[in-house]
C-alpha cells in the first residue's frame, strides 16, 4: 500500500542517493596540483626544449586541455608542457575574465585556476602569496615576509631590505620588483663568507637567490632573492624562478648559477612540510 511514510521513505533514498551520486560525481573529477603547475609555469618556459617538469604533466594538461576547449590554444601545444605557448593562452584566459597588469602575465593563480576548472578539474596544494604590507619600510607580501623572517631565523639575525616588492619605480631591476616575492638586501659590513651563507639560508627556505656585483650591472654589492612559486610575481621574476631551478644566474646573460648549492630546491611550502 502506498502511503505518507512510503513516500517520504522513498523521497528520502532519492534525495540520499542524488547527494551520493553528486558526490561521486565531484569526486571523480581529476584534479591540478597547483604547487606542481606553477614549478612548471616558471621552468618551462625557460627550457631550450619541451621537456616536462617531473611530476607537473597531469596537472598541466588539464589546464592546456581547458584552454583549447575555450579556442585559446592549439592542439599542437597540449602536450604537458607549459611553455611560452601555453603562457600566451593562459594570459589570454586572465584577460578574458577582466584581468590586466600583474594579475594576467599568464602565471596562474587561484581564483582564475578555479574557474577555468569548473566542472572539468578540482584544484588541490592551492598556493597564495597573501596580502601586501608595509614591513620595514617597504612593501611585500605576507607570504614573503614569511620567508625572510625564517631565513634570519636560521640565520640568528636581521638582514636589511634595501628594495621590496610591488615597486615600479626602479628601472635597474628590469621589472623583477614590479610584483611580489621580490627582495634585495644590504651586504654591507658582510663578510665574504657569511654572504654566501646567507645566500644559502635564503634558497634553503625557498628563495632563488644570488649575490649580485657592480661588475654584472650598475648597482652596489647586494644580495636580490625572488620567492619560488609566488603567484604575484613580475614576468621577468618568474624567469629568474625558471632560471635558477635549471642551475643558472638569473641575469640576462643566463651564465652558470654562481651561488651555493643547495639540494633540493624547494618552494616555502616544500620546506614547511619537511621541518
Known amino acids: 500500500m502506498l502511503t505518507r511514510r512510503n513516500l517520504l521513505t522513498g523521497a528520502a533514498a532519492a534525495a540520499v542517493g542524488a547527494a551520493v551520486t553528486g558526490r561521486a560525481a565531484h569526486a571523480a573529477l581529476p584534479v591540478v596540483d597547483m604547487e606542481a603547475l606553477i614549478k612548471a609555469a616558471q621552468i618551462d618556459p625557460r627550457r631550450a626544449d619541451t621537456a616536462i617538469t617531473t611530476g607537473s604533466k597531469d596537472s598541466v594538461l588539464l589546464v592546456e586541455r581547458a584552454l583549447q576547449a575555450r579556442g585559446l590554444l592549439s592542439a599542437t601545444y597540449v602536450d604537458g608542457h607549459f611553455g611560452t605557448s601555453t603562457v600566451a593562452a593562459y594570459a589570454a584566459y586572465q584577460r578574458s575574465l577582466g584581468y590586466s597588469g600583474l594579475d594576467a602575465t599568464g602565471l596562474p593563480g587561484q581564483t582564475s ?163
Open 113 to 275: 585556476l578555479r574557474l577555468l576548472g569548473e566542472g572539468r578539474f578540482t584544484v588541490t596544494r592551492l598556493l597564495t602569496p597573501g596580502g601586501v604590507v608595509a614591513f620595514r619600510g617597504v612593501q611585500v607580501n605576507t607570504r614573503t615576509r614569511a620567508m625572510l623572517l625564517e631565513a634570519e631565523r636560521l640565520l640568528g639575525g636581521q638582514l636589511t631590505i634595501t628594495q621590496g616588492s610591488y615597486n615600479v619605480s626602479n628601472p635597474a631591476s628590469a621589472g623583477t620588483h614590479d610584483g611580489g616575492g621580490a627582495l634585495d638586501l644590504s651586504v654591507s659590513g658582510m663578510s665574504t663568507t657569511y654572504r654566501t651563507t646567507v645566500v644559502r639560508q635564503l634558497r634553503r627556505v625557498g628563495f632563488a637567490a644570488w649575490l649580485r656585483t657592480p661588475a654584472q650591472g650598475n648597482w652596489p654589492y647586494h644580495i636580490h632573492a625572488i620567492a619560488l612559486a609566488d603567484t604575484d610575481q613580475a614576468a621577468n621574476a618568474q624567469h629568474q624562478a625558471g632560471d635558477y631551478y635549471l642551475g643558472l644566474n638569473g641575469l640576462a646573460n643566463r651564465g652558470a648559477d654562481d651561488g651555493p648549492a643547495v639540494t633540493p630546491k624547494v618552494t616555502w611550502e616544500e620546506y614547511q612540510r619537511t621541518t
